[in-house]
């Protein structure tokens, strides 16, 4: 299996908390090397260990904000 390698370069804030210590986290990550992307994950406490999560650029982040907002308002 290959070794994945992250670095997160800013982190924006937390969505939610459980019990256990683990945040669903919003970050700048960059995966592998490669260029950065918004990260919306699960990380255990110490970010030694991630859960499943979306990665998005910076176009696709602001189509979604724009969806939110119609799915907040409830159109």
Do not use: C
Not at 19 to 28: A, D, P
Not at 31 to 53: F, L, M, Q, Y
């Amino acid at each position: 299996m290959q070794n994945i390698s992250f670095d997160i370069l800013k982190h924006y804030g937390i969505l939610s908390e459980e019990k256990s210590g683990w945040k669903l986290e919003v970050n700048l990550v960059s995966w592998n090397g490669h260029n950065p992307k918004i990260d919306i994950r699960d990380w255990a406490p110490g970010h030694e260990k991630t859960g499943k999560g979306i990665t998005l650029s910076r176009e696709e982040a602001i189509k979604l904000q724009e969806l939110l907002a119609i799915a907040i308002e409830g159109k």
